[in-house]
């Protein structure tokens, strides 16, 4: 991939406008996946088009699943049954995707067949194990290299349903384990440390598999059938979460999100914002293919420091980089405690943000899981993003209100989650342009 640095600049007035932000990427990994394994023909609109989901829909195609493109942003999936996938040699790459290679684990867990799950260099040194090990509990067969990628799935082993306490909240380890429990002998049962976001249970309970679940809590049992079904994935509130902080940083904006999934287990950072002052609004709360959307609001209003209350750590896991920015930016100091599982993510995104926003002049105390932000203003500088999309988007919006330019390196896999956001951020008033 040819390096792509960025270079943003202070905004020259406020930010206004209305932005649709792309499908969630977590409801269009999922879709394919449970349309690819169902009886019939599902047709999903507002897939997300980023490298990341499409890495799903190439895996799931080399392993012998039809998809149409009727327009960009939708697919429909050719289901094959859920014994109908077929092996392949060739090794099956998920790109920069966690979610893809966890929840491609547990599907394929359960086939008859060998698989061979690669990724990139970032996933290369992701933790594997949490789902590896307890799929080797539930009788599948997975060689690591020290419990990282690449994963190889030996099939044909008959797998047997558990009751598991994930040691850390996630919805990755949950889902990896429904899913192979479609193909264990009894229950598989899934007990949360703290609830997690449950699109998988939505979506098992919408293809017509029986599932018996509530906040932090999930079973199911294998031997039934997935039914087609249509799919409106909502825009996903991880995208949307890089203008709701510019809105509320940039004096005087006003900016109008539309259609963006408001499931609660995602809400974290409108709770985290709200805590800190600002202003937002929703408005046309409304139900869509299972999942509560809306239209938000956001002002501009002087943020304020705040120690982060644990709770919501869960719900907000991917929009940390973004607080971190507006932390940055408000009076006073803000402490972010319970958030170790930040640094296994693309980037270990409590360093490269402290660094970050050091190199731009913030006071930030790394904590081991979290950090103390003192805010007030930043400043320019160069920061690398270290390849990871949210810190690279994050520094785009940092860009806005420091005193000189940022200067944002390794930005290209912001393709991966989020296609489009330069043009999308320059629609509403950022100054973003490519550095060189
Ligand atoms: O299940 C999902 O779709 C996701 C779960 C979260 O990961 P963890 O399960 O590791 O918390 C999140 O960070 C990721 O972007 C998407
Ligand atoms: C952590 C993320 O995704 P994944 O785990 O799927 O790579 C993310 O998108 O921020």
Not at 116 to 132: H, N
Request: aromatic share 4%; net charge negative; glycine share 14%.
């Amino acid at each position: 991939m040819t390096r792509l640095d960025w270079l943003s600049r202070a905004a020259v007035g406020a930010l206004r406008g209305d932005v649709v932000v792309p499908g969630d990427k977590s409801v269009s990994h999922r879709a394919l996946m449970f349309g690819a394994l169902a009886e019939g023909t599902s047709h999903i609109r507002g897939f997300l088009e980023g490298e990341d989901t499409r890495a799903t829909a190439a895996i799931l195609g080399k392993l012998g699943v039809r998809f149409e493109t009727p327009a960009p942003g939708e697919r429909r999936v050719h289901g094959v049954g859920l014994h109908g996938l077929r092996g392949t040699t060739e090794p099956l790459d998920c790109g920069n995707a966690g979610t893809g290679m966890r929840l491609l684990a547990g599907l394929l867990a359960g086939q008859a067949f060998d698989s061979t799950l690669v990724g990139d260099e970032s996933l290369s040194r992701r933790p594997m194990r949490r789902v590896t090990d307890p799929l080797t509990t539930m009788g599948a067969s997975i060689d690591t290299d020290d419990g990282k990628p690449p994963l190889r799935i030996h099939g044909g082993s008959a797998l047997k349903g558990i009751t598991y306490h994930p040691p850390v909240a996630s919805a990755q380890i949950k889902s990896a384990l429904l899913l192979a429990g479609l193909y264990a002998e009894g229950k598989t049962e899934v007990i949360e440390p703290h609830p997690t976001r449950d699109y998988t249970e939505s979506m098992l309970k919408a293809f017509g598999w029986p599932i018996e679940y509530s906040p932090g809590k999930a079973t199911v049992e294998g031997g039934h059938t997935l039914h087609a079904v249509d799919v409106d994935v909502p825009a996903d509130i991880s995208s949307a979460a890089f203008f709701i902080v510019a809105a509320c940083i940039v004096p005087g904006s006003e900016l109008h999100l539309k259609g963006v999934g408001l499931n609660p287990r995602r809400t974290g950072l409108l709770a985290a914002l709200e805590l800190m002052g600002a202003d937002i609004s929703v408005e046309n709360e409304r139900s869509s293919g299972g999942e509560d959307i809306g239209d938000l609001i956001v002002r501009y209003r002087r943020l304020h420091g705040v120690a982060l209350p644990l709770d919501i750590v869960p719900d907000m896991i991917d929009e940390f980089p973004a607080l971190f920015v507006a932390a940055a930016v408000a009076d006073g100091l803000t402490t972010i405690r319970g958030a170790a599982e930040l640094r296994v993510k693309e980037s270990d995104r409590i360093a490269s943000m402290a660094a970050g926003l050091q190199a731009c002049g913030v006071k930030i105390d790394e904590l081991p899981d979290g950090a103390m932000i003192q805010g007030g203003a930043i400043g320019g500088g160069t920061i690398d993003s270290h390849g990871d999309h949210r810190i690279a988007m994050s520094f785009a919006i940092a860009g806005l209100v420091a005193s000189a330019p940022i200067t944002i390196g390794d930005c290209a896999n912001v393709a991966t989650s989020f296609p489009g956001f330069m043009e999308l951020a320059n629609g509403v008033g950022f100054q973003l342009e490519r550095a060189g």
